[in-house]
């Protein structure tokens, strides 16, 4: 599934099966948030087919996402950024794509190896509440289920910074 737009939300305990929607409100899959525990989840189709699934590597800040047989799609990053918030996501066959944030804004471009933006996101909803995203997605090469793992990753390595930040704050 490819050029769309689609919403989909966090869970408020990170864990449960949350619905992922068209711009019509229709349903067009879900998340399977596995854990409060945990940061692993799997996106699942209309049909509720298994398309892909993300979570960190082990002992890592390192977001892997696999396809329904557990075969590699890429590993999505964090960058080192002064002011903006940037990540890379590296496909295994596909090419490396860059995904960026200015400082403060709740809006990210994904764009290919070229500069060429392919898909936008932005989270529109999450300060007393779970965290929700709009996904527009241009690309011919990645699969929208597939950056919704992304997204999610990109949502995931957030709350751990943001959780490791406050941790060292008195």
Same mark, same amino acid.
């Given at each position: 599934? %490819?050029? /769309?737009?689609?919403? *989909?939300?966090?869970?408020?305990?990170?864990? @449960?099966?949350? !619905? $992922?929607?068209?711009?019509?409100?229709?349903?067009?899959?879900?998340?399977?948030?596995?854990?409060?525990?945990?940061?692993?989840?799997?996106?699942?189709?209309?049909?509720?087919?298994?398309?892909?699934?993300?979570?960190?590597?082990?002992?890592?800040?390192?977001?892997?996402?696999?396809?329904?047989?557990?075969?590699?799609?890429?590993?999505?990053?964090?960058?080192? %950024?002064? /002011?903006?918030?940037? *990540?890379?996501?590296?496909?295994?066959?596909? @090419?490396?794509? !860059? $995904?960026?944030?200015?400082?403060?804004?709740?809006?990210?471009?994904?764009?290919?190896?070229?500069?060429?933006?392919?898909?936008?996101?932005?989270?529109?909803?999450?300060?007393?509440?779970?965290?929700?995203?709009?996904?527009?997605?241009?690309?011919?090469?990645?699969?929208?289920?597939?950056?919704?793992?992304?997204?999610?990753?990109?949502?995931?390595?957030?709350?751990?910074?943001?959780?490791?930040?406050?941790?060292?704050?008195?």
């Amino acid at each position: 599934m %490819s050029k /769309l737009e689609l919403y *989909f939300k966090d869970n408020f305990f990170n864990a @449960g099966y949350t !619905e $992922i929607v068209d711009v019509h409100q229709e349903p067009a899959g879900s998340l399977d948030l596995k854990s409060a525990f945990g940061s692993s989840l799997d996106v699942h189709d209309a049909e509720g087919r298994l398309v892909c699934s993300g979570k960190f590597r082990f002992f890592s800040n390192k977001w892997e996402i696999s396809n329904a047989d557990g075969v590699l799609l890429g590993v999505l990053r964090h960058r080192i %950024s002064f /002011l903006s918030k940037k *990540f890379e996501y590296e496909t295994e066959d596909r @090419g490396i794509y !860059e $995904i960026f944030s200015p400082a403060f804004s709740k809006e990210y471009t994904i764009t290919d190896q070229l500069g060429t933006p392919v898909a936008q996101f932005a989270k529109i909803s999450g300060w007393f509440e779970s965290s929700a995203f709009c996904l527009r997605n241009e690309s011919e090469r990645l699969d929208s289920y597939e950056l919704i793992a992304v997204v999610m990753g990109v949502h995931e390595t957030n709350k751990r910074e943001a959780s490791a930040h406050h941790a060292g704050t008195p």
